[in-house]
């Protein structure tokens, strides 16, 4: 059984940085798209970021464009996501996806989801 486990939240102060990262285990992916997704207290989840299997022409949600940078490894059927200047209303859970494709992923048509982790930024 295949599972999504993420890595790298925390606390950070406003203007920091964090990288999240997000490895399979249990087997591995093959070509799929990854994409990172977050949810804030008494909310819907919500898309951050999506990219395909090549890592060419990634989605980012308006909100991030510009300071989270989305990659990913599909040999090693990883993704990051690097998030700069991080702001208080990015604080949330932090969810990593697959799914074969890319509009999938976009769809919330997800095959697999990791577990989430909790990004908290405050001074």
């Known amino acids: 059984q295949v599972r999504l486990i993420e890595s790298g939240g925390g606390l950070v102060a406003p203007g920091a940085s964090l990288r999240l990262s997000c490895t399979a285990s249990g087997g591995t992916l093959g070509r799929v798209a990854m994409g990172w997704f977050r949810q804030f207290p008494g909310k819907e989840r919500e898309v951050v970021a999506v990219?395909?299997?090549?890592?060419?022409?990634?989605y980012y949600t308006a909100a991030v464009r510009g300071r989270f940078t989305i990659s990913v490894d599909t040999d090693k059927s990883a993704s990051d996501l690097m998030m700069n200047n991080l702001k208080p209303e990015d604080t949330a859970v932090y969810f990593c996806?697959?799914?074969?494709?890319?509009?999938?992923?976009?769809?919330?048509?997800?095959?697999?989801w990791g577990q989430g982790i909790q990004v908290t930024v405050s001074a």
């Open positions: 996806a697959s799914a074969p494709t890319f509009a999938e992923v976009r769809n919330f048509e997800i095959q697999y």
């Open positions: 990219i395909p299997w090549h890592g060419a022409g990634p």
